[in-house]
């Protein structure tokens, strides 16, 4: 599961990261990213083809949903099931999207009362691209529509494994237009995009417990308490 991550970069390095086109949204860096706030998402636009950058709930609301509830319990999509699992089918066909991070968070239980947490990113310091879907749904009440988001997760990577059994799955740049759409893809094409990223460009470290508050926010909260995990390391921290 992924259910906190870090969108820190400005809503320009994004645009220019992911090559967007068109207006950017007003958004503010993120350390604490939480469920049911908005965050920034690439999609692609379904009249000029282009990539756009918008914010989008996280927690996705499927079209038939009868109120927005449902996304209390979609922020993630397992990759075995996204392709026909109810909730994720219809917009793993032609609504899937990129969520921009600098990094994300899991922890990892060290005993009954204790758990440890830890932020994963990219060594270089890069933004990384995970895979996801969208949504948009109008409330039958109000008329109001409200875009929402999910993010896939799947195996861990050797260095992720031993913290937690599941990690978002990062897209590699240059798979970045075929999960979008932007090149021809089956469904079996796509389902092979929803792979462990490769641990060796990606960097973990212990951070403090502030981050287990969602009120908690800023760059503090990634400050490293302990040195970066080496895959040994990792493998090794106490269960």
Not at 164 to 181: A, F, K, S
Request: neutral net charge.
């Amino acid at each position: 599961m992924c259910g906190r991550y870090q969108p820190s970069s400005s809503a320009a390095e994004i645009a220019r990261w992911f090559k967007t086109v068109g207006p950017l949204p007003n958004t503010q860096p993120r350390y604490n990213a939480a469920p049911t706030d908005s965050h920034p998402v690439v999609l692609r636009d379904r009249d000029s083809v282009e990539r756009r950058l918008e914010t989008l709930r996280w927690g996705l609301i499927p079209y038939w949903a009868k109120d927005p509830k449902i996304g209390y319990t979609t922020i993630n999509a397992m990759a075995e099931t996204v392709a026909t699992k109810p909730a994720f089918r219809e917009a793993f066909k032609s609504r899937r999207c990129l969520v921009p991070a600098d990094g994300y968070y899991e922890w990892k239980k060290l005993n009954a009362k204790t758990r440890q947490p830890y932020r994963f990113c990219l060594a270089d310091g890069g933004l990384m691209g995970f895979a996801g879907l969208w949504e948009r749904w109008k409330d039958p009440a109000s008329g109001e529509t409200i875009q929402s988001f999910t993010i896939i997760t799947g195996a861990p990577n050797p260095l992720g494994e031993p913290i937690h059994d599941r990690m978002p799955v990062i897209l590699e740049p240059e798979d970045y237009g075929r999960w979008l759409g932007e090149e021809e893809a089956s469904a079996d094409d796509l389902r092979s995009l929803l792979r462990p990223y490769p641990y060796e460009p990606m960097r973990v470290y212990p951070i403090g417990p502030a981050v287990g508050n969602v009120k908690n926010e800023g760059p503090e909260l990634i400050a490293p308490i302990g040195p970066d995990l080496t895959l040994a390391q990792a493998r090794s921290v106490v269960p």
